[in-house]
């Protein structure tokens, strides 16, 4: 198995986890098998381009996030990370939990909304 899908496969997993979406519920949404869907999660299988298209915006990330591990900051502007440089790691660690509540608010939507 290529290193890099393993890597590719194991982000999506993590981030499905976090959006608190189940394997055979994201497989459901992108219109493939669940074997074929925790084949790319293990990096045995590729996704095909559109199939990854899809998984990018099912799972609200960028490609680069699920290639690379990192995302760009494209909607985030710039003037929030400046001000973040002038922050104690303690007040990081509380815009993280302050950032964390709205992506769990706005999955709490998202569920009621798919109900």
């Known amino acids: ?32 098998s ?23 915006e099912e799972l609200k990330v960028t490609p680069d996030y699920l290639l690379l591990g990192c995302m760009h ?11 973040l440089q002038l922050c104690s790691v303690e007040d990081i660690q509380l815009a993280k939990n302050f950032i964390e509540l709205l992506v769990e608010r706005n999955n709490s939507n998202r569920n009621s909304e798919n109900l």
């Open 1 to 32: 198995m290529n290193q890099q899908y393993m890597e590719m496969g194991n982000r999506i997993k993590l981030r499905r986890k976090e959006l608190r979406i189940k394997q055979n519920e994201l497989a459901e949404l992108l219109d493939i």
């Open 34 to 56: 669940n074997n074929h869907m925790s084949s790319i999660e293990t990096g045995r299988q590729k996704p095909s381009l559109d199939t990854f298209i899809r998984i990018c």
């Open 73 to 83: 900051t494209i909607n985030i502007p710039q003037s929030i990370f400046d001000k």
